[in-house]
T-cell receptor, first 111, second 113 residues
Framework: RKEVEQDPGPFNVPEGATVAFNCTYS??????FFWYRQDCRKEPKLLMS???SGNEDGRFTAQLNRASQYISLLIRDSKLSDSATYLC????????????FGKGTHLIIQP | DTGVSQDPRHKITKRGQNVTFRCDPI?????LYWYRQTLGQGPEFLTY????????KSRLLSDRFSAERPKGSFSTLEIQRTEQGDSAMYLC???????????FGQGTRLTVV
């Protein structure tokens, strides 16, 4: 079983809709979690950090559920420009092991 | 541009040749990471530096892979005797002290022919 798992999709969503996807992690020592956005053949860009209390940034909301070992990303009022792959990353603390990433979830916003 | 910079952006090499990639992190970041990403996969962690010290290298893919960060600023990743399976995107990332939030460079896309 991979340490971080994501549904690869694709999720096809009409513009303006709300979409949510989850990421599960198996390493209970994971302390910090992040969502990254990656466009085709580009580098991952940090979208949000996810902490215990969850956080919101504009149309994006991230939540952490430690008991069930998953994090979620909610995108409201989706835009065509939200089309991308969303990567979930988990760190076990200290930074020495880097981030463990899932394969990413491919999101396509349709006009 | 004050982001993470990688050079070259693309490299095509013949099997068996050695290649070296460079990464310049964000200037105030003392943590530096190398990752590899293949098609359809997330980035895979390779190695970690804190300043000039390489604190984690057990995840380098084989003894053909090595990395340095001699003065705690830029870093290089070398692959010796390249194989076709080494074809991938090699990503460098940096973080400030006490943060695991990594900021990635644009990557070096390696093609081994």
């Amino acid at each position: 079983r991979k340490e971080v798992e994501q549904d690869p999709g694709p999720f096809n969503v009409p513009e303006g809709a709300t979409v949510a996807f989850n990421c599960t992690y198996s390493n209970s020592a994971s302390q910090s979690f992040f969502w990254y956005r990656q466009d085709c053949r580009k580098e991952p860009k940090l979208l949000m950090s996810v902490y215990s209390s969850g956080n919101e940034d504009g149309r994006f909301t991230a939540q952490l559920n430690r008991a069930s070992q998953y994090i979620s990303l909610l995108i409201r009022d989706s835009k065509l420009s939200d089309s991308a792959t969303y990567l979930c990353g988990a760190a076990s603390g200290g930074g020495a092991d880097g981030l463990t990433f899932g394969k990413g979830t491919h999101l396509i916003i349709q006009p | 541009d004050t982001g993470v910079s990688q050079d070259p952006r693309h490299k095509i090499t013949k099997r068996g040749q050695n290649v070296t990639f460079r990464c310049d992190p964000i200037s105030e970041h003392n943590r530096l990471y190398w990752y590899r990403q293949t098609l359809g996969q997330g980035p895979e962690f390779l190695t970690y530096f804190q300043n000039e010290a390489q604190l984690e290298k057990s995840r380098l893919l084989s003894d053909r892979f090595s990395a340095e960060r001699p003065k705690g600023s830029f870093s290089t990743l070398e692959i010796q005797r390249t194989e076709q399976g080494d074809s991938a995107m090699y990503l460098c990332a940096s973080s400030p002290q006490r943060s695991e939030a990594a900021f990635f460079g644009q990557g070096t896309r390696l093609t081994v022919v």
